[in-house]
């Protein structure tokens, strides 16, 4: 089984809703990063998150990590089409900081 | 906050040549860098981990004849395609590390979209 599991795959929500991505991992977690990619383009960094129990906002989105550090979820409050793209969840699992090992991503598109 | 840049953007190059990917920190210096790979549609697969003055860590899978990886300084890794063959064809991109200055965050280049013909 895939040790950072993502879900869903792919979302599609109205403008103005609330959505979530769940991110697990099957390892305790040094350090969970969130980024967001438009197809084909590099990544955007979002979030990091160490400490069990830590939550961090920024703008609309939020991200929480479990009391446990192995999973964590990313909320949009009031999504727009700016929104959209692929969030990728990456997971420190060697406490190495940088070499992360990625969830397969989830799609998300806003609809009017 | 830190930059890192991915040259060239996108290469298209025939079978059975070479392609040189760079990856550049421009304002800070890095260690270690790290090489990923991702198909269409799919999540970002680490092939190697970059370090300076050494030899390159390979994951499972991942030929080293194949992908030559060079970090001959602080603030450039290179990746290259050896003998491109069409199923290289892929999104490559690189992230870096500061060292130093007890930073966390894994920064990542633009990506390189390489089609092989």
């Known amino acids: 089984s895939q040790e950072l599991e993502q879900s869903p795959q792919s979302l599609i929500v109205q403008e103005g809703k609330n959505l979530t991505i769940n991110c697990t991992s099957s390892?305790?977690?040094?350090?969970l990063y969130w980024y967001k990619q438009k197809y084909g383009e590099g990544l955007i960094f979002l979030m990091m998150?160490?400490?069990?129990?830590e939550e961090k906002s920024h703008e609309k989105i939020t991200a929480k990590l479990d009391e446990k550090k192995q999973q964590s979820s990313l909320h949009i409050t009031a999504s727009q089409p700016s929104h959209a793209g692929i969030y990728l969840c990456?997971?420190?699992?060697?406490?190495?900081?940088?070499?992360?090992?990625f969830g397969t991503g989830t799609r998300l598109q806003v609809t009017l | 906050g830190a930059v890192v840049s991915q040259h060239p953007s996108w290469v298209i190059c025939k079978s059975g040549t070479s392609v040189k990917i760079e990856c550049r920190s421009l304002?800070?210096?890095?260690?270690?860098m790290f090489w990923y790979r991702q198909f269409p549609k799919q999540s970002l697969m680490l092939m190697a981990t970059?370090?300076?003055?050494?030899?390159?860590?390979?994951e499972q899978g991942v030929e080293k004849d194949k992908f030559l990886i060079n970090h001959a300084s602080l603030t450039l890794s290179t990746l290259t395609v050896t003998s491109a063959h069409p199923e290289d064809s892929s999104f490559y991109i690189c992230?870096?590390?500061?060292?130093?200055?007890?930073?966390?965050?894994?920064?990542f280049g633009q990506g390189t979209r390489l089609t092989v013909v």
């Open positions: 992230s870096a590390r500061r060292t130093g200055g007890g930073g966390t965050e894994a920064f």
């Open positions: 390892k305790t977690l040094y350090g």
């Open positions: 998150l160490q400490k069990g129990g």
């Open positions: 990456g997971a420190d699992t060697a406490g190495t900081a940088s070499k992360l090992t």
């Open positions: 304002d800070f210096q890095a260690t270690t």
């Open positions: 970059s370090n300076e003055g050494s030899k390159a860590t390979y």
